[in-house]
T-cell receptor
Framework: DVKVTQSSRYLVKRTGEKVFLECVQDMDHENMFWYRQDPGLGLRLIYFSYDVKMKEKGDIPEGYSVSREKKERFSLILESASTNQTSMYLC?????????????FGPGTRLTVL | ELKVEQNPLFLSMQEGKNYTIYCNYSTTSDRLYWYRQDPGKSLESLFVLLSNGAVKQEGRLMASLDTKARLSTLHITAAVHDLSATYFCAVDFDSGGSNYKLTFGKGTLLTVNP
């Protein structure tokens, strides 16, 4: 089975702190994604990566950056956390076949910024 | 900009009844995905619809895709309590080269009552 793990299930940080969210997949997937999920807004794509050291902006990249130094690991960075970044963050990965490419999701990290 | 609209957003139904969730999207695509999310859990892939007229069924759920109408439906037959969850549809579109990303609907919260 594909396994996508995230470093924390719950995280509480203070405004202005630098926050790192880590995601690891164990199926040698090419593609990795970071989403945030908010009530009434569904899932919104923050950043994605198609290869090591490659990244592309999603729909809401402002206030975030990412790092992919190894194929299995994709990190989301909040340079200076703000209260409006309180959310559920979901990581996903997919094989990278172009189309017909199911995304597999991690358990999520619920981040609260005080 | 690709828009994906689900309706209804909230659905309360009795056990044993039938109902349909609709997913409309705004841009040409022939790939659509349905996911399920249980409370406090991550997203799980239900169906992948890969062409116009595609129909997939598993248990009491059946999904179909009409690419000409830009519409997918998720039909629930004889609902049971275990189907209570949030259901998301997602549409893929070309983000450049051979890479594709998903745009999600806002989700339909289904509650099945005894």
């Amino acid at each position: 089975d594909v396994k996508v793990t995230q470093s924390s299930r719950y995280l509480v940080k203070r405004t202005g702190e630098k926050v790192f969210l880590e995601c690891v997949q164990d199926m040698d997937h090419e593609n990795m994604f970071w989403y945030r999920q908010d009530p009434g807004l569904g899932l919104r794509l923050i950043y994605f990566s198609y290869d090591v050291k490659m990244k592309e902006k999603g729909d809401i990249p402002e206030g975030y950056s990412v790092s992919r130094e190894k194929k299995e690991r994709f990190s989301l960075i909040l340079e200076s956390a703000s209260t409006n970044q309180t959310s559920m963050y979901l990581c996903a990965s997919s094989l990278g076949q172009g189309r017909n490419d199911v995304q597999f999701f991690g358990p999520g990290t619920r981040l609260t910024v005080l | 900009e690709l828009k994906v609209e689900q309706n209804p957003l909230f659905l309360s139904m009795q056990e044993g009844k039938n109902y349909t969730i609709y997913c409309n999207y705004s841009t040409t695509s022939d790939r659509l995905y349905w996911y399920r999310q249980d409370p406090g859990k991550s997203l799980e892939s239900l169906f992948v619809l890969l062409s116009n007229g595609a129909v997939k069924q598993e248990g009491r759920l059946m999904a179909s895709l009409d690419t000409k109408a830009r519409l997918s439906t998720l039909h629930i037959t004889a609902a049971v309590h275990d189907l209570s969850a949030t259901y998301f549809c997602a549409v893929d579109f070309d983000s450049g080269g051979s890479n594709y990303k998903l745009t999600f609907g806002k989700g339909t919260l289904l509650t099945v009552n005894p």
